[in-house]
Structures are given as structure tokens and as C-alpha cells.
């Protein structure tokens, strides 16, 4: 646990350092099938799903993040009760701050999620299936 402004989130940086071997080791295969277009369906809907489970377990991490918001800006807003202008400033950055290593991860998770589709669309000139399937 960490506490940030008197309130207690819990500290998941050795979480988020296994996400990122992970991003990495997807990232990886990636970077193999756009060298040799050699990515298919099984091995999209594999690296989609690695990718999205990543990004579900991102948002678990994240909860007690969103969760201290409230008390965190009652907290800034009473240590600068003269000032409301500069208590919502300090807060939201505080509030960014505090977000800002899973928003990074998250947004890996969307980048390759996009790579992947542009890979597949560029090998196969079509949407890949998981998409025609849920639609």
C-alpha cells in the first residue's frame, strides 16, 4: 500500500512490471509477423486475446485508483479551502499523477491491439473475422 494525501491505494508496481514483460514479449511476435507476414487467425486471435486480457487486468488494478477519487478531492479541497481554483488544479494532477502509469499501459494495449488490425488487414485485404463474428 501507498498512501498519497492520507488516503491508502495499493502499490501495484510489480504487477505493472509483469504487464510490460508481457506487452513486451507480445510486442515481439508482433514485430515478427510484420517482418515476415506470417500472422493467421489463430495466432491474431491469440495475440487479441493475450492483449485483451492484459488491458481487463489493467482496469482491476486501476479500480482503487478511480475508486479514491472522491476522498481525494475533499482532501485537496479542505487543505485549500481558500483557494478552490488552486485545490482542483493541485488535484487533478495529483489525480493524473496517480493514473498515469496504468493510462501508459493501457494505451500499449490499444496501440498493438490497432497494429494487429492494420497487419491483418494489410496481409488478408479484409476486417479480420473476430470482428465479422461479433458483429
Same mark, same amino acid.
Given at each position: 500500500?501507498?498512501?498519497?494525501?492520507?488516503?491508502?491505494?495499493?502499490?501495484?508496481?510489480?504487477?505493472?512490471?509483469?504487464?510490460?514483460d508481457l506487452l513486451e514479449t507480445?510486442?515481439?511476435k508482433y514485430k515478427q509477423h510484420e517482418v515476415f507476414?506470417?500472422?493467421?487467425d489463430n495466432e491474431y486471435e491469440t495475440l487479441y486475446g493475450e492483449t485483451m486480457r492484459i488491458l481487463y487486468r489493467l482496469g482491476e488494478l486501476?479500480?482503487?485508483?478511480f475508486?479514491? /477519487?472522491d476522498k =481525494?478531492?475533499?482532501?485537496? +479541497?479542505?487543505?485549500?479551502?481558500? *483557494?478552490?481554483? #488552486? /485545490?482542483?488544479? =493541485?488535484?487533478?494532477?495529483? +489525480?493524473?499523477?496517480i493514473h498515469? *502509469?496504468?493510462? #501508459?499501459?493501457?494505451?500499449?494495449c490499444y496501440t498493438l491491439l490497432d497494429q494487429l488490425d492494420e497487419l491483418y488487414e494489410e496481409i488478408y485485404d479484409c476486417t479480420p473475422k473476430i470482428f465479422v463474428e461479433d458483429m
Open positions: 500500500m501507498q498512501v498519497i494525501e492520507g488516503i491508502e491505494i495499493p502499490n501495484h508496481a510489480i504487477e505493472l512490471e509483469k504487464i510490460n507480445i510486442k515481439f507476414k506470417t500472422l493467421n486501476s479500480t482503487p485508483a475508486e479514491i /477519487a =481525494l478531492e475533499i482532501s485537496y +479541497y479542505r487543505m485549500y479551502k481558500h *483557494s478552490p481554483q #488552486l /485545490a482542483k488544479k =493541485l488535484w487533478l494532477l495529483k +489525480y493524473h499523477e498515469k *502509469s496504468y493510462n #501508459l499501459y493501457k494505451n500499449r
